[in-house]
């Protein structure tokens, strides 16, 4: 007998501590949390974005392999609402939170006291094999990759030619034209600012920014902002991801509109994983869930429905990925220690110079 899958949204009482739940069973009907359900934290993007998010598929497609109930949580302060009940001392639900990116591990080991997350035995993980070394950013192993993608520059290209260097976005052409959010509050202005660092290096990455702001560059507060005024047309270059062509063909856009600029031929790595909180009781299940989530057939529908590419080697792509997503030959990327190490500092510094160009 297949178990009833559940869905849980914290937003609606997250002011009181606590997680919600909405529920749903296969016949429309409501069922409450027992003891025998799996709760998996994450994004609510990722259960219920404006794209066909994987996440319910997820939900159902695991009740049904594993004959157990199943709970997304996705609280709207999402990882800090878990940084916050672990430094309370509140019990953590969930048994684990899938779509950890390294600076948002940092962040956590930087504002908790004890350990939020615990080492994962990847013994009890047959998949974990086929997930490629260079995919880890986690020096405790206590994160599993789970998905990548690529953050590059997406323009309208029936309104602006293709930027080929960082320096093409300090032209006159783009003057007022490009927008990225926020890297203080949004992962895609993040991603950006960390390939700027890494191209320019920590000691010109700051005038190459007093540049581009200069150039009426427009800083946004999150990349829902910065993408909804590309669909809009009121910015035709904008900081996004390199698959974003295999968005725009299953949405049925105009492919050219949605062009991807590889700057340098590169774009900045993004990898996300999944970690096993410390609070956890069911480590067989968890793990159960870990090698669900690293299984080909499951890191292929997550690759077409959250337009993000698989870490598991033996995964075959769905066509729509293959023919539209684009890989660099070139990804820069900082693992943990560098973030660790730095990010504070150069967020700080970012800070201060977009303060002195407004």
Request: charged share 30%; aromatic share 12%.
């Amino acid at each position: 007998m297949k178990r009833r899958t559940v869905l849980a949204n914290g937003g609606a009482v997250a002011g009181i501590g606590l997680a919600g739940c909405i529920s749903r069973d296969g016949d429309g009907g409501t069922t409450g949390s027992g003891d025998d359900v799996l709760r998996v934290a994450t994004n609510t993007a990722f259960v219920d974005a404006p794209s066909d998010s994987p996440g319910e598929w997820i939900a159902d497609e695991f009740a049904d392999r594993y004959d157990v109930e199943f709970e997304w949580h996705t609280p709207d302060q999402e990882l800090n609402y878990y940084i916050e009940r672990h430094n309370e001392g509140v019990e953590i639900e969930p048994e684990l939170y899938l779509g950890l990116n390294p600076h948002e591990v940092v962040r956590a080991d930087d504002n908790t006291d004890g350990e939020l997350f615990v080492e994962t035995d990847e013994d009890a993980l047959e998949h974990v094999a086929n997930v490629d070394e260079e995919h880890y950013f986690d020096p405790q192993d206590r994160v599993i990759p789970t998905y990548r993608s690529f953050c590059a520059m997406v323009y309208d290209g029936r309104n602006v030619p293709e930027p080929e260097t960082f320096e093409d976005l300090l032209e006159p052409e783009y003057e007022g034209q490009i927008a990225v959010s926020n890297p203080q509050r949004g992962t895609t202005g993040l991603l950006f600012l960390l390939w700027t660092i890494d191209y320019f290096g920590e000691d010109e990455y700051l005038e190459y920014w007093e540049q581009l702001l200069a150039n009426d560059a427009r800083v946004l507060d999150s990349w829902s902002e910065v993408y909804a005024q590309f669909e809009a047309g009121e910015i035709p270059v904008v900081a996004s991801y390199a698959n974003d062509r295999v968005y725009a063909e299953r949405a049925g856009n105009d492919l050219e509109k949605h062009r991807v600029a590889l700057l340098h031929d590169q774009a900045y790595a993004n990898v996300a994983g999944m970690a096993r909180f410390a609070d956890g009781t069911n480590d067989e299940l968890a793990h159960e869930f870990m090698d669900f989530i690293l299984d080909p057939e499951v890191q292929a529908v997550i690759a077409e429905r959250n337009v993000t590419g698989p870490v598991n080697d033996e995964t075959e792509l769905p066509e729509v990925y293959e023919e539209y997503a684009k890989r660099p030959d070139d990804a820069p990327f900082f693992d943990y220690d560098d973030l660790d190490a730095n990010l504070e500092e150069w967020l700080g510094e970012w800070e201060q110079t977009a303060a002195g160009a407004r």
